[in-house]
């Protein structure tokens, strides 16, 4: 599941996948769940694996996008 992809991306298709990001994470804390500590160390686990990903993506050069 570790598997490197390297694309390119122009800076508008960078930008389009930076808000697709913040659209996912603001999804997923307004998500509807139990609260119980493994629910909520799921959904830890998933926002800081979007956090991350969202990181990445910003700190590159739009016009040599590696993922």
Known sequence: MNEMLQI?????????????????????MLEMRDP????SYERSRRLDALQNL??????TDPAGIQV
Do not use: C, F, K, N
């Not at 119980?36 to 629910?39: G, L, R, S, V, Y």
């Not at 969202?54 to 700190?59: F, P, V, W």
């Open 8 to 28: 390119e991306l122009t800076a508008q298709e960078r930008d389009v996948l930076l808000r697709g990001l913040r659209y996912v994470r603001s999804s997923l």
């Open 36 to 39: 119980t500590p493994e629910d």
């Open 54 to 59: 969202y990181q990445r993506l910003e700190s």
